[in-house]
């Protein structure tokens, strides 16, 4: 899988800055996260995507920008990203 694209939803976690709050009537809600990216890394707790990335050439070499890492135990899905290989549309511009 390393070297796919991807997109994992995955629950995150939040912090609440509003100062003292009365929880009577407190009902936090999960943040489920939606994230796309090229899959860098991974072990048995945690993957890596990064959202940019550049392959070596003959001037650079392999670079990524804007990694995200992502325990294990949050992911509820991973889902491959395919693409359309014989796509004909003219654009114009």
Not at 53 to 82: H, R
């Given at each position: ?7 994992i ?19 936090p ?14 072990d ?50």
């Amino acid at each position: 899988m390393i070297g796919d694209e991807v997109r994992i939803k995955w629950n995150d976690s939040y912090y609440n800055n509003e100062g003292w709050k009365d929880i009577s009537n407190y009902n936090p809600k999960i943040l489920e996260i939606t994230s796309w990216g090229k899959l860098i890394f991974e072990d048995d707790k945690i993957i890596a995507l990064a959202h940019n990335y550049a392959d070596e050439t003959e001037n650079t070499c392999l670079q990524v920008n804007g990694i995200m890492v992502i325990p294990k135990s949050c992911i509820i899905e991973i889902i491959p990203i395919s693409y359309v290989s014989n796509f004909n549309a003219t654009v114009t511009f």
